[in-house]
Nanobody, 123 residues
Framework: QVQLVESGGGSVQAGGSLRLSCAASGYTYHYACMAWFRQAPGKEREGVAAVYTGDGSTFYADSVKGRFTISQDKAKKTSYLQMNSLKPEDSGIYFC????????????????WGQGTQVTVSS
C-alpha cells in the first residue's frame, strides 16, 4: 500500500501563486508516476501534471503549461506542484495520485490517491 498526503492548498487572488506538496509513504516502489489532478464542482476530474519518478520526465495539461511546474524530491518521496499566474478557473480540489501508468492524464490508471486539498482563486 501507498499513502499520499497533500498539503499547501488555500485561497489566493488571481495572478497569485501556490505550492502543493504530496508526501508518499508505504510501498513506494509500487508506482512509477506521480501526478496531480483537480476537480471543480460539477466537473470531471482532470489531469493537471505528472512526473515519472524514474527519468523525471514531466507532462502537463495544455491549460496549465507555462504556469505550473511539477517536480519531485526522490529522497523525501515527495512531489510538488508550483502554481503561478493562477486563474479563477484553476479553482477546485487538487488530488495527488500515484500509479504505474500508461496514459498519465487518465485517472483510472492510478492506484493510489490522496485526500485532496482545496485551491480557491478569486478574481
Amino acid at each position: 500500500q501507498v499513502q499520499l498526503v497533500e498539503s499547501g492548498g488555500g485561497s489566493v487572488q488571481a495572478g497569485g501563486s501556490l505550492r502543493l506538496s504530496c508526501a508518499a509513504s508505504g510501498y513506494t516502489y509500487h508506482y512509477a508516476c506521480m501526478a496531480w489532478f483537480r476537480q471543480a464542482p460539477g466537473k470531471e476530474r482532470e489531469g493537471v501534471a505528472a512526473v515519472y519518478t524514474g527519468d523525471g520526465s514531466t507532462f502537463y495539461a495544455d491549460s496549465v503549461k507555462g504556469r505550473f511546474t511539477i517536480s519531485q524530491d526522490k529522497a523525501k518521496k515527495t512531489s510538488y506542484l508550483q502554481m503561478n499566474s493562477l486563474k479563477p478557473e484553476d479553482s477546485g480540489i487538487y488530488f495527488c495520485a500515484a500509479g504505474t501508468t500508461g496514459m498519465w492524464s487518465r485517472a483510472l490508471e492510478y492506484n493510489y490517491w490522496g485526500q485532496g486539498t482545496q485551491v480557491t482563486v478569486s478574481s
